[in-house]
C-alpha cells in the first residue's frame, strides 16, 4: 500500500524571483503506511505533533509571499517530519543521530521510542527523502537558470522551552533565531533579516538552532546559493504546544515579506 497524499508541493512564484520559501517541518500528515510503524498509541502521537511541528509556518509562508513585491516560490512539505525530515543529513555526518533523530526519526522529543530498534530507515528513504532532495534541487536549478541565483529562506518555529531533545537547548532562546552557515551566508542577506525581523524583538544568531538549508548538490560548493533560516519562538505568534496563532502571526508575516523583498533585488 502507498500513500495519495503529496510528500510535498512546489507553488510557483514570480519568474524573475531568486528566493525559495523552504517550508519543511510544518504539516501532521502521515500515510497509513507509515502511521503502521510508529510505536506510539494515538493521543501520545498527537502530542508529540505538538512538540515537533513547526505549526503554522505554511500559513506564515503563504501569507508572506502574498505581501511581497515579487512574489517568492514556496517548497512546502505536505507529510510530517515524522515520516522523514527532508533537512537532515542522510549518513553519519548528521549529529542528530545521536538522539535518534537522522532522517528518520527512532527516538521523540522527549527520548522515548517512536519506532522499534530493528526499524529499517531505507525504505522510508528512498520513497520520501530521496525525491523530495532531488524535487528541492530541481527548484534551485531553476531558479539559478532563470535569475543567476539562488536564496533558500528556511522558515521554522521553536518552542519557548527547551526539549529533551535538542542538543544546544541550554543557549539564548529569543524571539527571532537566525541560523546561518558560513559559506552559503552572505553578510548582506543576515544584516536584511536583522533589519526585517527587528520590530518583532530579540534577533539571536545561531541558538538554539544553527545552520541552514541547502541541497546537497550545491552545499558549500555553489556561491550563487544563498540560504539563511529563520526559527520563531512559538509564543511570539501562538498558542504552545500545537495551539491556533494570536496577533503576534501579522507582524512577522509583515517582517517575513520585507526580508523576501530584500532578498529579490
Same mark, same amino acid.
Given at each position: ?5 503529496? $510528500? ?7 519568474e ?6 523552504h517550508?519543511? #517541518? $510544518?504539516? &501532521? ?13 494515538? @493521543? ?10 513547526? /505549526? ?7 501569507? /508572506? ?10 517548497? +512546502?512539505?505536505?507529510? @510530517?517530519?515524522?515520516v ?6 542522510? %549518513? ?5 543521530l545521536?538522539v535518534?533523530?537522522? !532522517? ?5 522529543? #522527549? &527520548? ?14 528512498s ?5 523530495? !532532495?532531488?524535487?528541492?534541487? %530541481? =527548484?534551485?536549478?531553476? &531558479?539559478?537558470?532563470?535569475?543567476? &541565483?539562488?536564496?533558500?529562506?528556511? +522558515? ?19 524571539? +527571532? ?14 544584516? =536584511?533579516a536583522?533589519?526585517?525581523?527587528a ?6 544568531? %545561531?541558538?538554539?538552532f544553527?545552520?541552514?538549508? +541547502? ?9 550563487r ?28 508575516? %509583515?517582517a517575513? /515579506? ?5 532578498? @529579490?533585488r
Amino acid at each position: 500500500m502507498t500513500s495519495a497524499l503529496p $510528500s510535498f508541493e512546489l507553488l510557483p512564484g514570480a519568474e524573475e524571483s531568486p528566493v525559495i520559501l523552504h517550508v519543511p #517541518h $510544518s504539516a &501532521r500528515e502521515i500515510p497509513p503506511e507509515v502511521r503502521a510503524g510508529i510505536v506510539l498509541g494515538d @493521543s501520545a502521537l498527537e502530542r508529540e505533533l505538538d512538540h515537533i511541528v513547526d /505549526a503554522h509556518t505554511a500559513r506564515l509562508a503563504e501569507e /508572506a509571499a502574498g505581501a511581497s513585491e515579487v512574489t517568492p516560490w514556496r517548497f +512546502v512539505n505536505r507529510l @510530517s517530519r515524522l515520516v522523514v525530515d527532508p533537512e537532515r543529513f542522510p %549518513d553519519e555526518r548528521e549529529e542528530m543521530l545521536a538522539v535518534g533523530m537522522g !532522517a528518520v526519526y527512532t527516538r521523540t522529543t #522527549h &527520548r522515548e521510542a517512536l519506532r522499534p530498534d530493528d526499524f529499517d530507515p531505507a525504505p522510508l528513504v528512498s520513497r520520501y527523502f530521496e525525491p523530495y !532532495a532531488l524535487a528541492m534541487t %530541481d =527548484a534551485v536549478t531553476q &531558479r539559478l537558470a532563470a535569475t543567476g &541565483r539562488a536564496v533558500i529562506i528556511d +522558515v521554522h518555529s521553536y518552542p519557548t522551552a527547551s526539549l529533551p531533545y535538542e542538543l544546544h537547548g541550554e543557549g539564548p532562546r529569543p524571539p +527571532v533565531c537566525l541560523g546561518t552557515d558560513s559559506f552559503h551566508t552572505p553578510p548582506e542577506l543576515l544584516a =536584511a533579516a536583522r533589519e526585517a525581523f527587528a520590530p518583532c524583538g530579540e534577533t539571536g544568531l %545561531d541558538s538554539p538552532f544553527s545552520g541552514t538549508y +541547502v541541497p546537497l548538490e550545491f552545499y558549500g560548493s555553489e556561491p550563487r546559493v544563498g540560504a539563511l533560516m529563520i526559527e520563531i519562538r512559538r509564543d511570539t505568534y501562538m498558542a504552545e504546544p500545537g495551539g491556533p496563532v494570536h496577533p503576534g502571526l501579522a507582524r512577522l508575516t %509583515d517582517a517575513l /515579506a520585507a526580508l523576501v523583498d530584500v532578498a @529579490s533585488r
